[in-house]
């Protein structure tokens, strides 16, 4: 069972800038890829950031050229670093974690942390 403890969120206002953290740990398998997706109130949620073992990054549309996501694979660590916020941006920040050993599929997810956005 991989546990993913978030870290960072908070209020900040349109124009600011915020870093989220995630730690993994409890996993006996390598962490293959890594991200962050958010949930708004009456939204589902979206996944914003992913990250592979290898470094390779996606972006949401919605955050592309703000958002920036980086891993630290030693310590089986994920950040968000997040400029340039919005209103819209406001949300709960989920970390995620998806192993895929022995051809199987497992993702983990964290409590969240909130991030809000004043205008």
């Known amino acids: 069972q991989v546990q993913l403890v978030e870290s960072g969120g908070g209020l900040v206002q349109a124009g600011g800038s915020l870093r989220l953290s995630c730690a993994a740990s409890g996993s006996s398998f390598s962490i293959n890829d890594m991200g962050w997706g958010r949930q708004a109130p009456g939204k589902q949620r979206e996944l914003v950031a992913v990250?592979?073992?290898?470094?390779?990054?996606t972006y949401a549309d919605s955050v592309k050229g703000r958002f920036t996501i980086s891993r630290n694979n030693t310590k089986d660590t994920v950040y968000l670093q997040m400029n340039s916020l919005k209103p819209e941006d406001t949300a709960v920040y989920y970390c995620?974690?998806?192993?895929?050993?022995?051809?199987?599929?497992?993702?983990?997810w964290g409590q969240g942390t909130q991030v809000t956005v004043s205008s």
């Open positions: 990250i592979t073992s290898g470094g390779s990054t």
């Open positions: 995620n974690a998806q192993l895929r050993p022995y051809r199987r599929t497992y993702d983990y």
